[in-house]
């Protein structure tokens, strides 16, 4: 069974920056593609950006292009979303999420999923 555990969250001003790794374990980290979603209040879990397993090819929403970095190290089992310029609608539970088939930029394709961890951003 894939653990995740997502990190880094917090209140930020906007036009801050945060770094939120997400650690994983019991598994063989690099089989897996991984991909970063969030869900703000009242609103459904939408896709942020992916990242294949050999960390050369990513997806991102358009929502966030430019601004939002995904990366993987293979050999810590982590993946990392750095968000920069953040902007008061960023404001979500950011989850990291993983799955066997491929890379993939719908919530559904993910099979495990991590705890989630809140980011806030102030105006």
């Known amino acids: 069974q894939v653990q995740l555990v997502e990190s880094g969250g917090g209140l930020v001003q906007a036009g801050g920056s945060l770094s939120l790794p997400c650690a994983a374990s019991?598994?063989?980290?690099?089989?897996?593609?991984m991909g970063w979603l969030r869900q703000a209040p009242g609103k459904e879990r939408e896709f942020v950006e992916a990242?294949?397993?050999?960390?050369?090819?990513?997806y991102y929403a358009d929502s966030v292009k430019g601004r939002f970095t995904i990366t993987r190290d293979n050999t810590k089992n982590t993946v990392y979303l750095q968000i920069n310029s953040l902007k008061p609608e960023d404001t979500a539970v950011y989850y990291c999420?993983?799955?066997?088939?491929?890379?993939?930029?719908?919530?559904?394709?993910?099979?495990?999923w991590g705890q989630g961890t809140q980011v806030t951003v102030s105006s």
């Open positions: 999420a993983a799955t066997g088939a491929g890379t993939a930029v719908v919530a559904g394709a993910y099979a495990y």
């Open positions: 019991r598994c063989t980290f690099s089989r897996y593609a």
């Open positions: 990242i294949n397993w050999r960390g050369d090819n990513t």
